[in-house]
C-alpha cells in the first residue's frame, strides 16, 4: 500500500529565482507554514536524520516531507512508515530544486495544515547552494566519515546554511575526523551556524537540534 | 615548498561537448597518454584511493594528477607528497569538468612523459555524470557509510562508469551496507561494470583494481 505519491516536477520558467523565492516564502509566512531546506552529499544521512527528527516532533507540529531524488522511491517509502505526510519529487536529472521547483512539490504535497515541511534535496554539496528554494532556514548535514576538510572545498555550501548536523558522530573513532578543527572551519565561514553533532542512527544528541528546529517554526508562526 | 600550482580555469566555449571529448581523446591516444576521471561523492575517499594507486604503480608508470576542487588546495598538497605530478584546479564554482575544462588542466599539468593521466573530478555524483571530459575510462568510488541504495538515485553515473570501487569496505561491521546487493544493483544499470572493494586507507584489496588500470594504460599505449 503506497502512502504517498511520485511527482515529476518540471524545471522553472522564472526569470529571477530570487524573486520567486521571496514570493514563496511571504506566501509560506501568510500559511504559517515553514519551510526547512536540508542539504548534504548522498550517504550523509539526511532520510535517518528526518526519521529521527519526526519521531521528536511529530506530537508537536504537523509535519511534510519531499524527498526529491533524481530516481527512486526509497526515501518517501521509508518516511511514509514515520507517520508524516510526504510526497515523493523526481527532478528529471537536475542536480538541485530552486523555487518554482519548491513550489510545484509544495503544491503537490499540500501544505494546508502543515507547521513544518521540509525539503529533502538532492544528496550533492555544490549546486543546491546555488539556488534560493524559498525556504525560511537551510541545513545541512555533514557526516563523520565525509571528513572534516569540506568547509575548505565547498565553502559555498557552509556559508548559506542556518545550521549544521555533524552526523554519524558515533563512528568518529573508526576515522580521522577532528570535530574541533571543522567547527573551527565552518566558523570562519559563517560565524552564526549552529552545529550540532548528532547520531541519527543511534538517536543520540538530537535534542538541541530539535529544540532548535521547534523553537523557529513557533518564531515563524507567532 | 609547493610542489604543485593552483589554476583557474575557465568556463567552456565549445558547442559540442560530445565533439571536444574525442577531439581531446584522439590527441591522448596520439601522445600515448590514458586519462581516468575518477568522480564520487564528497567524501568517498578519492584522495586516498589515489595515494594508493600512486605508491603501486609508481614506478611502473608516469604518473600525472588533476586535483579539480571548487576551492582549496589540500588534496594537491596531499598528492604532491605521493612523488607524482600533480596541479590543483580551481573550476570557480562549477560543479563538474567538461573536455574544454580537462584540456585546460592537461595543458597546465604537461602531459609529455605521462602515461597515466588522472582527473580527481568535482566531489559529486550529479553533474560530471553528464559530461564527456574526453577521459579513455571513467572510474567511481561508492565508500561504504554512503550506502548500498545510491545506485538507485544516481542511476546515470553508475551507468556511464566502467570500474566501481567500493571504498571503506573495512568499516562495512559499523554499517548496514550489503555488497552482494549493491552489486546487484550496480550490474541491473550497467552489466559490464567492474567491481573492486578496497579500502584506501588500509591499502587492502587493492590489487585487482592496479592491475586492471595497469592493462588498461598498456594497450592504450600499444
Not at 502543515?114 to 529533502?120: G, N, T
Not at 532556514?137 to 559555498?156: R, W
Amino acid at each position: 500500500m503506497d502512502q504517498y505519491r511520485v511527482l515529476e516536477i518540471k524545471e522553472s520558467v522564472f526569470e529571477s529565482n530570487d524573486r520567486e523565492a521571496e514570493k514563496l516564502r511571504a506566501e509560506l509566512k501568510r500559511e504559517k507554514t515553514f519551510l526547512l531546506n536540508l542539504m548534504s552529499s548522498p550517504g550523509s544521512g539526511k532520510t535517518t536524520t528526518l526519521m529521527a527528527t519526526i519521531a521528536a516532533l511529530k506530537d508537536e507540529l504537523r509535519i511534510g516531507v519531499m524527498e526529491a531524488d533524481i530516481d527512486s522511491d526509497v526515501d518517501a517509502a521509508t518516511i511514509s512508515t514515520s507517520g508524516a505526510k510526504v510526497i515523493q519529487l523526481h527532478t528529471g536529472g537536475m542536480c538541485h530544486l530552486d523555487a518554482g521547483m519548491t513550489r510545484q512539490g509544495l503544491e503537490g504535497l499540500g501544505t494546508e495544515n502543515v507547521d513544518l515541511a521540509i525539503l529533502e534535496n538532492i544528496g550533492n554539496l555544490v549546486c543546491p547552494a546555488e539556488f534560493d528554494t524559498g525556504a525560511v532556514k537551510n541545513a545541512m548535514i555533514l557526516s563523520v566519515p565525509e571528513g572534516d576538510d569540506k568547509p575548505l572545498k565547498y565553502p559555498l555550501m557552509f556559508s548559506i546554511c542556518d545550521v549544521l548536523l555533524v552526523n554519524k558522530i558515533d563512528v568518529a573513532p573508526y576515522f580521522n575526523f577532528d570535530l574541533d578543527l571543522c567547527i573551527e572551519r565552518v566558523h570562519k565561514l559563517n560565524p552564526d551556524m549552529k552545529v550540532f553533532p548528532i547520531s541519527a542512527l543511534k538517536r543520540e544528541g538530537l535534542e538541541p537540534w530539535t529544540d532548535w528546529l521547534r523553537e523557529q517554526v513557533k518564531a515563524w508562526q507567532a
